[in-house]
């Protein structure tokens, strides 16, 4: 029956997904540092800040950055024009966020004037909600390109997902090695074509290492071209060295802009920077018109397609900070399984063989309600797809302990009132009753702890939250719908023998 | 059972030089994490562990160590962990800004000790994500002690609550307590076995006093001394047969669940023995300085209606 088919494959489709602890693995947490892009939209803030006042003509002094905060002055009798300006819900400098209910920025003044001057002092920064703002979108920008450098590198089944507005959660199961990764996502693959010049005046050079070596050069501030405007870049050999070279190709805008670069500059030398560090800086032999081009440097293959991804992927917006990275290799990750399982086993035999030590019957009763828990436990486990830590194994050995308190909890109120009760129908029935409230408040104290872990553990941890709290719900169950059902049957059957317990 | 439990122990005469024990146990408890301190892990301390694989079996701690100083890393400890070829180094120093960190330490280590190291296990974790993780470990904890007051707090009269969380900050600064003495690391899954032996604690109180509070309905006249001890007795049994097959439970992890779970075993093996001494020495002797009487219960009947 196709009904019952797709049942079947619905449940076997499903599996239960092992941590990265039992599968071995890398997890790596990034946090970007939005600090350079914030001083950056600070630093065109100003300028357009000061075409607004030159356009209102609003006599400003003393217009500076200081401490991520942009300071001028201004006299008494312009402050309200500029407010009116600065507040305007349609104005181009500071935006309003109706979500937010805030201004991009926040200005507040500082009254200088003695008796001399009627100036006051504004201080503007952004606000809360536009720190925010900034953060959101590089972090967007952010994840797409880690995605693209993280999949070109093609470990299986990557995780990557944004954590709180400024971080990045990387989960590569199988990978025990992270340290290409890493490089990869250590750099923000900023690239640039500048021109070495002679001129040392500080203004408009600087002086920039090499990425192999300590010489340096010094280099013209004015960019050429950036890597913007690359639509593709692959590892290839050099046809006359042999050397491992990337070779690159422009779009349109590029091609023209580089074209014209290199006619005018030929017989100089142009630097290739990546983040802040010269590649390479050939001499310009001939106009390249066709955008197409080769960086040469000391690479080796594998840094070659290394330097290609990075240049195809894409730059990232801000700098990542790797703050935190676990890796598990496979052998442990095998090596946890096994002793998962062997503890698991123990722990569950131990448990069966004492429970039929203490009830002997009823600890045939018992013990099938633990295989059930068990079973049950497992499969919701692999419907919900939950992760399977090695603490998790730890929280199911330990559901398996702690599962028979409810089948204890009964039984003994059984015991007890078999010693009132004639009836073992009667003294079965009324125990079941008596003990709910105990079994009910026990079971509910575990579970706010298991819940409490769920919310506040991390990674590992919370895999034992999950069995945890799932245990304590299948206990429950087993504990009232199946072995009840199952002793009922068993006191039905023998209600005229005298039942020990 | 090889002794047979009479069923009337009289339990309530012990409370008090038991609570004395408990009293000075939690002030060396206190002393000892105060002045000695705890073992906090990378997880709360920020550093890189690395978990070592050696091929060759005579390389012994002291090299492992000697190369590591030669490396200047700072503080480094190097420990034996598990099997017998395999270590735990632990380096106080955070360097996540080089992404060359760990591999550096692997080819200086392989050259050194002459074989091939196998890093088995890498954690690095960052000041700011330690800190972050310390501060989430106490809210965890102090939560789940919120968490739990009210619960009973609803469930019971206040003298209950009472007893229950004073006997849970017993088994919590007792636990920690003796981890702090014996120098074990303390780290995310120690904070994962605090809250279940806090859990735990609290499901073994829950069903003595849910036993003393029928009892207390049942009987007028007798006092609260002999309400407990008749309330302890009658659920003695299902008291040690949890914890025996909690504890047969753990010590199935703890020897056979490998290096990783030790920590988190032992907590809990400690946490499920100094819980179940908490519900029938601490928590149900506080009803009885209380002056618990069927007064206090009937009191809340009448609430409820």
Redesign the interface.
Known sequence: MNFVDNEDNFLLSKKVNLGL?LQGGSYL?L?VDSQPVVKQKLQNKLISLRKVLKEMKIKYKNLKIKNETINFQLSTNDKERFEDFFLNKENLINSYYDQYRSYEMDYSIIDTSDSSTTNILLMIKYSKFGLIQIKNSILDQSLEIVRRRVDEVGTKEPTIIRRGNDRILIELPGLDDP?RI??LL?KTANLTFRLVTENEDTFGSEMLPYEDSENKLNISKRVLLSGDNLTNAKPALDNQSGDAVVSFTFDRVGAKKFGRATTDNVGRRVAIILDNKIISAPTIREPILGGNGQITGNFTFQSATDLALLLRSGALPAPL?????????P??GE??IK??T???M???L??II??LF?YKRLGIIADLALITNLILLIGILTILEATLT??G??GI??T???A??AN??IF?RIK?EMKIEKSSIHAFDIGYK?AQ??IL??????????I??FF??????KG??IT?GIGILTTLFCAYFFARHLSSIYVMRNKDKKIII | MIFKISNDIKFSHFYRKLNILSLILILLSIITILFKGLNLGVDFKGGTLI?I?TENSITSIAEIRESFLKMNLGDVTVKRFGNENDYLVKIETVK??D??F??SINDKLSTDLGSDI?????????P??SKE?LR??I??IT??LA??LF??WI?FEWQFSLGAIIALVHDVIITVGIFSFLSYEVN??I??AV??I???S???T??IF??IR?NLKKYAKISIAEISDLSTN??L??TL??S??????????Y????A??KG??FA?ILGVIVGTYSSIFIATPVLNYTNVSQKTILKEDKKNI
């Open positions: 602890d947490l946090e340290n890493k490089k250590g900070n790797i703050i935190e990275e676990r890796t598990v290799g052998d442990l090596d946890s002793a998962g062997i503890s698991l123990i722990g569950f131990l448990v004492y429970m203490k090695l603490p194994i730890a050995i330990l398996v302990g702690m028979v308190d204890v909890l003994e007890e008596k409230s105990a408040d026990a079971n509910i104290t575990t579970l706010i702890s298991a409490i872990l506040l553990g991390s990674g590992p941890v034992f939250a945890l | 978990e694989r996540s800004d992404e060359n760990i591999k196998n890093f088995r296990r890498v954690e690095n974790v960052g700011k994500v993780l989430a470990g809210l965890a939560l789940s968490a739990m619960y009973i469930r995310l899954s904070v994962a809250l279940t806090v859990g735990y609290m499901n073994d829950v069903v849910d036993r029928e009658q659920t049994s299902r047969i949890t025996v097959t909690t504890l047969l439970a753990l010590f199935s992890i020897i056979f669940g490998g990783i779970l988190f075993s809990m």
